[in-house]
């Protein structure tokens, strides 16, 4: 078990940056592979972005390529995802995702936990 609990959301405008974290507790986080994954309302969720726990190598979704950054830090037990050059489709509620010893990847059904999720409003 492991319980996952993001921060760092908030309200910014177009072009402006957040940083997003997400502390988990519980099992050795160094095994997890990390992923977040965003939902706006009336849409369904998407993969955003993952680190392996194996090698740290980083994916991205198409659309974020260039402007978001996926970290981690396993001595802090925390994931991070760094959101430069915000737009206004970034805007979602968006989730921390852990995949217990896999491989991840962009299909949410790998994740095995789920933080509760932080609002990211951007306006123009």
């Known amino acids: 078990q492991v319980q996952l609990v993001e921060s760092g959301g908030g309200l910014v405008q177009a072009g402006d940056s957040l940083r997003l974290s997400c502390a988990a507790s519980g099992r050795t986080f160094s095994k997890y592979t990390m992923g977040w994954f965003r939902q706006a309302p009336g849409k369904e969720r998407e993969f955003v972005a993952c680190i392996t726990w194996s090698s740290g190598t980083t994916y991205y979704q198409d659309s974020v390529k260039g402007r978001f950054t996926i970290s981690r830090d396993n001595a802090k037990n925390t994931v991070y995802l760094q959101m430069n050059s915000l737009k206004p489709e970034d805007t979602a509620v968006y989730y921390c995702?852990?995949?217990?010893?896999?491989?991840?990847?962009?299909?949410?059904?790998?994740?095995?936990?789920w933080g509760q999720g932080t609002q990211v409003t951007v306006s123009s």
């Open positions: 995702a852990a995949d217990y010893y896999g491989p991840g990847g962009r299909q949410s059904g790998m994740y095995n936990y």
